[in-house]
T-cell receptor, first 114, second 109 residues
Framework: NAGVTQTPKFQVLKTGQSMTLQCAQD?????MSWYRQDPGMGLRLIHY???????DQGEVPNGYNVSRSTTEDFPLRLLSAAPSQTSVYFC?????????????FGDGTRLSIL | KNEVEQSPQNLTAQEGEFITINCSYS?????LHWLQQHPGGGIVSLFM???GKKKHGRLIATINIQEKHSSLHITASHPRDSAVYIC???????????FGTGTRLTIIP
């Protein structure tokens, strides 16, 4: 059981470039989410999905896109990278949506936009 | 929106000391989570609780629903406990999580 796997672990981009952060889980979890972690702030929700084919916006969705074609995968796309998107990104999953669900996190992707 | 506050922001202690990290929130919740983040690493869930107390090894988590307050205790602290500890609450209604900013714990040998 690998849990939640994120790739890459590190990435440096130039302003305007696009890229996709990958997230996969092998626990058959319905709920998957993307967070960003910035210094001095709590994790903030970017996008989430309650099942294959269903996605919705979180607190800070601008500049990001997601899709959920399978239960296992939930990629996060940066459409045109900006320095303000420099952050550490975490993917998380839980069996179902809800604050009472144990959360499983990936190891994070450290992204720098120059 | 729920406001989650953790204290202290930073804590340095000697090995063996008893550690307490606090978390307060402003609005009623469905559950509270304690998470651990090691330097350069991922986030691991330590506890999820909605009432009372839970214990796992040297870690103990308590919650007082009436006071809207939770504590994470570490007994006989060890340098490997050095990490950032994050409190998160599940919100009624939208069921999303609101995160605190974390407490950075350093245990000196």
């Amino acid at each position: 059981n690998a849990g939640v796997t994120q790739t890459p672990k590190f990435q440096v981009l130039k302003t305007g470039q696009s890229m996709t952060l990958q997230c996969a889980q092998d626990m058959n979890h319905e709920y998957m989410s993307w967070y960003r972690q910035d210094p001095g702030m709590g994790l903030r929700l970017i996008h989430y999905s309650v099942g294959a084919g269903i996605t919705d916006q979180g607190e800070v969705p601008n500049g990001y896109n997601v899709s959920r074609s399978t239960t296992e995968d939930f990629p996060l796309r940066l459409l045109s990278a900006a320095p303000s998107q420099t952050s550490v990104y975490f993917c998380a999953s839980s069996y179902r949506v809800g604050g009472r669900q144990p959360q499983h996190f990936g190891d994070g992707t450290r992204l720098s936009i120059l | 929106k729920n406001e989650v506050e953790q204290s202290p922001q930073n804590l340095t202690a000697q090995e063996g000391e008893f550690i307490t990290i606090n978390c307060s929130y402003s609005v009623g919740i469905s559950a509270l989570h304690w998470l651990q983040q090691h330097p350069g690493g991922g986030i691991v869930s330590l506890f999820m609780l909605s009432s009372g107390k839970k214990k796992h090894g040297r870690l103990i988590a308590t919650i007082n629903i009436q006071e809207k307050h939770s504590s994470l205790h570490i007994t006989a602290s060890h340098p490997r406990d050095s990490a950032v500890y994050i409190c998160a609450v599940g919100n009624f209604g939208n069921e999303k999580l609101t995160f605190g900013t974390g407490t950075r714990l350093t245990i000196i040998p």
